[in-house]
């Protein structure tokens, strides 16, 4: 299949516009229109990848961490990232990754890390703001059920755990027909008054193309009327961070053995147990110190994430057990995430995993 086909598919789940501004998620390397023949998925791509993509016969790695984070002025081979953008080039191989917005993204990275720890009920630690629309719409009363559900499907109507959200209320809307007009009913050049329901409902910004096609598609007037509103609301369905419970409440010394086992940990750095059970816990994946006033007011007892400096650990202050389990560690399961949404939507696409571990920190 083509890679813009493989692309599409992972954006329609996994949207660049969920990504942070300093990030360079998506299309690295490639042309739109070649066809591909098998993916290889891992967390950074180096070297031995490039190596192992060739020997598979992989012409796609799809990567969490994009191999370019900064513009580069030339591509001479001098450095790393170089190399590997001519190896990749030489042995036309297409780069593609997806980091920031899977990290926001409600299903990505921390539900990831959520589900192996057998945490339950996860929400958003820090939900996006300013991410969310509201659609108005008026409909003739006959097609207000087809239309409800067309934009259902397009992704609206989403709150928190509930879907398929809507206010609806009858009402009476008039028009009159143009020369040139075709209308749904009523007469040329003569008012006219139809049964409608105003519908409203909301959905994230990133949708809203999707929504309005599904909106134009099958709404039945030739000029179909609709506001969009933009909405101070937080979304729930994506951010940074997540937080949930455990099951059952576990000892500090306990949890951290399942943790680093779980996540392969070489070590676990982390500011001074509580001596109290651990019942909800909050995570980041990757560099989540921005996180631990948010983890604290959700009253977590522990917080997981990786990248925590010196200082920081200070901020525990005796409410919060602030746990630094390796960048790379929590992050390696994201090629689950990749995995699970190629099979759901191009279940015939060859894909395999990497199995070079690219955790470019050691641990004596």
Known sequence: MKLAEVVAAIESCVPLSLQEKYDNAGLIVGEPEMEIKAGLLCIDVTEPVLR?????????????HPVIFTPLKKITGSGLTERIILNAIRNNISLYSAHTNLDNFHEGVNLKICQKLDIRNSDILSPAEKSLNKLVTFVPLEYADRVRSALFSAGAGHIGRYDQCSFNAEGQGSYRALAGANPFSG??????LE?????????????????????????????????IYSLENTNKQMGAGMIGNLDEAMDEQAFFNKVKTTFKCGIIRHSPFLNVPVKK??????????????????????????????????????????????????????????????LKNLPSFAVHFSRINTNCITYL
């Open 52 to 64: 192992e993509a060739v020997h598979l016969g992989a012409n796609l790695i799809i990567s969490h």
């Open 187 to 192: 007469e040329m050049e003569k008012l006219h």
């Open 281 to 342: 816990v909050a995570v980041c994946g990757g560099s989540g110190s921005f996180l631990i006033g948010k983890a604290m007011d959700a009253g977590a007892e522990v917080f997981l994430t990786a990248d925590v400096r010196y200082h920081q650990f200070f901020e525990a202050d005796g409410n919060i057990v602030i746990a630094d389990i390796g960048h790379y560690e929590s992050e390696q399961f994201t090629i689950e995430i990749f995995y699970e949404i190629l």
């Open 195 to 227: 049964k409608e329901v105003r519908i409203e409902t909301i959905f994230p910004a990133f949708l809203q193309k999707k929504i309005l096609r599904a909106l134009m598609e099958n709404h039945p007037y030739e000029e179909v009327a609709y506001d």
